[in-house]
C-alpha cells in the first residue's frame, strides 16, 4: 500500500496528486513509510492545510523524493488514543508563518480513504468524538451549575472548558461519567515553550487556551468532586489541566481537598497531572491519599527536557525523584510522553528512558502527539541535525520486550485499571454505562 500526497488549494478543498507517493518525516528529514504503519484516517481526525509549505513525496515513476508543486501540504490532526509515527513531510516557502500548536502527523490518499501514519495505543473510548452528546452536556452544565452556583471551578469548566474549548474532560464531567478535571492553579513555575495557556505578547504563536485566573478553596473542590466520585461509573479526579499553571503551586490547598475528599468517600481515584517539579509536596500529597501522578515530559534527557520546559527553581532531577516516591507510595506512575518522530526514538533517547523506567518502577507511558511546529520547535531547542532514528513504532515494541508490565496508553487509568483490570473488555464497559 502506498498511499498519494495530498495538497490543499486556497480554499482548503483537498487533492490527490497522483504523481507522488506520499513519505514521512523524522526528525529533519524525509523518510520513506512501511506500508503497516499507515492506517485510515480515524473518526474524529482532521487535515491542515499548511501554508506556504509544499509537500514533499516520491515520484511515482522515477523514486526520487520530489516537491509537490500543486497548493500547499497537508497534515493531519490525530485524535486521542492513537499516537503519530511520523510528522508530515513539507519544505517551508518564503514567510511561511509559525504553525499553531497541534500536531502534524503525515497523511495521504489511497483507494477512496485517507490515510495517516499512527497507531492506536488505547482502548479506552472516553474522548471518541460519537460518545459525546451534545443534550447531555448542556443538560449537565444546567444541573451542576445550578447545584453549584457559587462554585467558580464548575462556573469555568461549563463557561470556559466545556462550552468555549469543547475541552473532552469537561465534557465527560458534565455528562456524569469518568475523569473529572480540577483546575487549581493560575501560575506556573515552568516556561514551557509550547505552553498551551500563556504564551509571551512577543512570541510568534498564540496559546490556545485562557489560564485559569484564580485560586480555587479546598471547599470547593470537595462540593463538586465527591457527588462525582460517588456516582460516576470509573470515576477519577484529575488535579492539573490544560487550562491552569503547574497544580503543584497550590499543593497545600490540593492536600486539604483530598483528606476532606477521602473522609466522605474512598471510591476512585485522585491523580494529579504535573511537571512533578516539587518532590516534597508529591510526599505529602500521597500521605494524604493521592493515587497517581501523571508527569509532563518532551524528553527524558536533561538537557532536552530543561530547554523545553525552561524551569524556574526546580531540575529534571526533581521530576525523577517525584516518580520515585509516588512508586514508594504504592500510587501509580506514568509520563505524559509528548512524542516527536525523530527524537522521541532516537538511540539517546531511548537510552535514557530504559534508564528512566529501572530507576523509577515507571508503571506507564501515555504516547501523546506532540502539539508544535516541528521546525520551531528544532529552532527554539537548538537542534542542529537528528541523526537517524528507529521508529517509533520500533521504540514501542523494543520497549515491551524488555518491560512487558509496562503499560501503554494515553490517559489516567482508573483505579479498577491501576488494580489490573487491562481487559479488552474495558472499553465496552465503560461504553456501557
Known amino acids: 500500500m502506498r498511499p498519494f500526497v495530498l495538497y490543499s488549494d486556497a480554499e482548503g478543498q483537498v487533492f490527490e496528486d497522483k504523481s507522488l507517493y506520499a ?66 513531510a513539507w519544505v517551508n516557502q518564503p514567510d511561511a508563518p509559525t504553525l499553531p500548536l497541534f500536531c502534524y502527523t503525515a497523511a495521504g490518499w489511497y483507494e477512496g480513504e485517507f490515510y495517516v501514519t499512527a497507531v492506536r495505543v488505547e482502548d479506552d473510548i472516553r474522548q471518541e468524538r460519537a460518545g459525546f452528546d ?55 513555575n515552568s516556561n514551557c515553550i509550547g505552553c498551551i495557556s500563556f504564551q509571551p505578547d512577543d512570541e510568534t504563536i498564540i496559546s490556545s487556551h485562557d489560564r485559569l485566573d484564580f485560586k480555587p478553596t479546598a471547599g470547593e473542590i470537595v ?19 490544560g487550562c491552569e499553571g503547574e497544580p503543584l503551586l497550590m499543593w497545600e490547598t490540593i492536600q486539604e481537598a483530598i483528606l476532606q475528599i477521602r473522609k466522605f468517600t474512598s471510591r476512585g481515584s485522585i491523580n494529579i497531572n504535573t511537571n512533578a517539579s516539587k518532590p516534597d509536596a508529591v510526599r505529602h500529597l500521597c500521605q494524604a491519599g493521592l493515587n497517581s501522578i501523571r508527569a509532563s515530559m518532551n524528553s527524558v534527557q536533561k538537557k532536552l527536557y530543561e530547554a523545553y520546559y525552561l524551569p524556574n527553581n526546580y531540575q529534571f532531577e526533581d521530576v525523577v525523584e517525584s516518580l520515585r516516591i509516588v512508586n ?81 496508553g494515553y490517559y489516567n487509568p482508573p483505579i479498577e485499571r491501576i488494580k489490573g483490570n487491562y481487559s479488552m473488555d474495558f472499553a465496552h464497559e465503560q461504553h456501557a454505562q
Open 223 to 241: 462540593e463538586y468532586t465527591v457527588p462525582h466520585l460517588e456516582s460516576a461509573p470509573y470515576p477519577i479526579v484529575s488535579f492539573g489541566q
Open 23 to 88: 513519505i514521512g518525516r523524522s526528525g529533519y528529514y524525509s523518510t520513506e513509510v512501511a506500508p503497516q504503519d499507515w492506517i485510515p484516517l480515524p473518526d474524529g481526525g482532521n487535515l491542515y492545510t499548511l501554508t506556504h509549505r509544499r509537500a514533499v513525496g516520491v515520484d511515482v515513476l522515477t523514486g526520487e523524493m520530489r516537491m509537490c508543486t500543486k497548493g500547499w501540504a497537508v497534515a493531519a490532526f490525530v485524535p486521542p488514543a492513537h499516537t503519530g509515527l511520523y510528522l508530515a
Open 134 to 188: 451534545n443534550e447531555m452536556v448542556e443538560n449537565g452544565i444546567r444541573h451542576r451549575t445550578d447545584a453549584f452556583p457559587l462554585n467558580r471551578i464548575v462556573k469555568h469548566l461549563a463557561e470556559n472548558c466545556a462550552s468555549r474549548y469543547e475541552c473532552p474532560a469537561a465534557r465527560n464531567y458534565f455528562m456524569g461519567r469518568w475523569e473529572c478535571p480540577v483546575p487549581t492553579s493560575p501560575a506556573c
Open 328 to 408: 514508594s507510595f504504592g500510587g501509580w506512575t506514568s509520563i505524559n510522553y509528548f512524542v516527536f518522530p525523530g527524537m522521541t526514538d532516537s538511540e539517546e533517547e531511548f537510552q535514557a528512558l530504559r534508564k528512566l523506567i529501572r530507576e523509577t518502577g515507571l508503571n506507564m507511558i501515555q504516547w501523546r502527539n506532540f502539539n508544535i511546529d516541528p521546525d520551531w520547535y528544532l529552532e527554539r531547542l537548538q537542534v542542529d541535525d537528528t541523526p537517524p532514528s528507529m521508529g517509533i513504532g520500533m521504540m514501542m515494541h523494543r520497549l515491551r520486550e524488555e518491560f512487558p508490565d509496562l503499560k501503554y
